[in-house]
């Protein structure tokens, strides 16, 4: 397994501590991390910083965690990635996301609807481009150029690259489904490597109606992680991120992160914890929360502990983990991502 971290996210921006992230980048970078993912959500855009770490970094590859297809027109995601791809040398992944109806709706201000189908013209389209032709495209939801309008067919004038990865995030049925077929690789979330099963038979089956297999595909996800003896309390301030994330992460109607916990073995607690989030009972919600739940989305405990989580991770055919490592300063930080890069080399060569 390779290994990845992450900067950004839906609170980024607040503290105005970028020269941390930055640094945290280029120590990963000398450590043997493979890749960083720029989050965004309704924080920090996920861009801007990928350009700025494409000067500061050497071989670390650059990808969006995830561009958000709603923020964007397909055309200017592939102008904005052909563009990183040229300033890094060409290390940019093209990580995509859909987002949920809260964000699509309500920041973006346009209809959620039928996102597999969004998802799907939006990569067709950025397919175009990347080859260079003429973005001439007739669809559900875009059609270029506009009919009956003044508009023509264009191809951007930067040279075309289709060596540009795709990646996508996503957590249904159908959406794992359009990651096997048209994807390189996945961003996962809300994952179990003991609930693999639920994701990536999904992902298998898209792969073969392309006439690949799953092996094709790069799958990326990870967790928290953090050393101790003292697992209960490593366990206990987690649960209200998985408390939000099952009962705030998405309206009622739908929450894309609960339902895939539900497939994964966890519907009762998903749907007890989601009903006292709505009910406006936090602190209910987050006790609700199972300790397996939070062990197995996440690397904590002994050094042995979190060895055999890498395991289970590298058994349910996860290729690259994700790690981001706890810790009150960003010394502590590295030093927690040193050890669990050691683990991880063990690991590997076992």
Do not use: C
């Not at 799907?120 to 175009?128: A, G, H, N, V």
């Not at 059609?143 to 795709?166: A, C």
């Amino acid at each position: 397994m390779q290994a990845a971290i992450g900067v950004g996210g839906a609170a980024s921006g607040r503290q105005r501590d970028w020269q941390n992230s930055v640094e945290f980048v280029m120590e990963a970078e000398k450590l043997g991390v493979s890749y960083t993912w720029s989050a965004e959500a309704w924080g920090q855009d996920a861009v801007v910083p990928l350009a700025y770490l494409a000067a500061k970094t050497s071989t670390m590859k650059l990808a969006t965690g995830i561009m958000q297809i709603s923020a964007r027109t397909p055309s200017m995601t592939a102008m904005t990635a052909l563009t990183l791809a040229a300033i890094s040398d060409d290390r940019f992944v093209l990580g995509l996301g859909a987002s949920g109806p809260q964000v699509v709706e309500g920041l973006q201000g346009v209809p959620f609807a039928r996102p597999v189908t969004r998802m799907r013209e939006t990569i067709e389209i950025i397919r175009l481009a990347f080859a260079g032709e003429k973005l001439v495209y007739a669809g559900k939801h875009f059609t270029l150029p506009l009919p009956d309008g003044e508009g023509k067919g264009l191809r951007l004038s930067q040279p075309g690259n289709d060596k540009i990865p795709i990646y996508l995030a996503t957590l249904s049925p159908k959406s794992l489904q359009l990651t096997g077929e048209l994807a390189d690789g996945w961003v996962g979330t809300s994952f179990t490597p003991e609930g693999a099963d639920a994701v990536t038979t999904h992902i298998a089956k898209g792969a073969e109606a392309a006439g690949r297999s799953l092996a094709d595909i790069d799958l990326q996800v990870g967790g928290s992680v953090a050393f101790s003896d003292d697992v209960d309390a490593l366990v206990a301030p987690r649960k209200a991120g998985i408390a939000f994330t099952l009962g705030a992460m998405g309206s009622a109607q739908h929450n894309f992160y609960n339902d895939a916990f539900k497939r994964q073995g966890y519907e009762d607690a998903a749907i007890e914890v989601q009903r006292l989030w709505l009910a406006g009972q936090r602190e209910q919600a987050t006790e609700r929360v199972p300790d397996e739940m939070v062990l197995r989305t996440s690397l904590l405990g002994t050094e042995d502990m979190i060895k055999q989580r890498m395991r289970a991770y590298k058994k349910a055919g996860i290729t690259t983990l994700r790690l981001d490592p706890e810790g009150s300063s960003l010394q502590q930080r590295l030093a927690t991502l040193g050890r669990a890069m050691d683990l991880l080399n063990s690991v590997n060569q076992e």
